[in-house]
């Protein structure tokens, strides 16, 4: 769903990119200081209850995301490495995303039930990816579905943001339950579609 606004934000990161690369920064560099960013903001905020102030350093930092991938083009140095370390290093900050939510309902959250559909939406948020990292593995595409990464971390966050911006609680509980579902809906569509492509060359 997001991925139809990306060339609107390539244009809008493109000041930045080439500022770093004018600055002589990598962009393996900024892939690297964005997870640490985003973890630190989701493992040190969220667990103490401030879920507001942990979505805003989490966002100014998955904006790195698309930074990096922009320095690499407008440098013209995109390379396997690269995209091997992006992708690789996404999943970890999925991971603390999903993972400071964890400690928060099992924290000041107050509630095992929630833990447990956030660890959940973290489990599923991982399937989902290898899924379709070991389909093309295989010369197989598992793309698609109805819960991919940019949209599942793009409504965690906003939800989390207002459930302390509109003090609504329910906020953030509901939007897992929402992603558990979609996650799951995902994970069957990527391996449905991996079983017709293996049954048709098999035919």
Request: glycine letters at 10%.
């Amino acid at each position: 769903m997001l991925n139809r606004f990306r060339d609107f934000w390539a244009r809008v990161i493109s000041p930045v990119a080439r500022l770093f690369l004018r600055l002589g920064i990598s962009p393996d560099a900024v892939t690297v200081v964005g997870t640490l960013g985003v973890a630190f903001g989701a493992l040190f905020f969220f667990p103490r209850g401030q879920l507001l102030a942990g979505v805003l350093v989490i966002t100014a930092f998955v904006f790195s995301d698309m930074v990096d991938g922009q320095m690499a083009r407008l440098s013209g140095k995109s390379s396997a490495w690269g995209a091997f370390l992006d992708s690789t290093l996404d999943r970890l900050g999925d991971a603390a995303v999903f993972g400071g939510l964890v400690l928060y309902f099992m924290g000041p959250g107050h509630s095992d039930l929630w833990a447990g559909l956030a660890l959940y939406c973290l489990v599923m948020g991982a399937t989902t990816s290898y899924a379709r990292a070991r389909a093309e593995s295989l010369g197989m595409e598992a793309k698609g579905g109805i819960a991919e990464r940019a949209d599942r971390l793009v409504a965690i966050l906003v939800m989390t943001g207002f459930s302390e911006i509109f003090g609504q609680a329910w906020f953030v509980p509901f939007t897992l339950g929402v992603l558990a579902l979609a996650s799951t809906v995902t994970v069957v569509q990527r391996i449905l579609a991996v079983r017709r492509q293996a049954l048709a060359a098999t035919a």
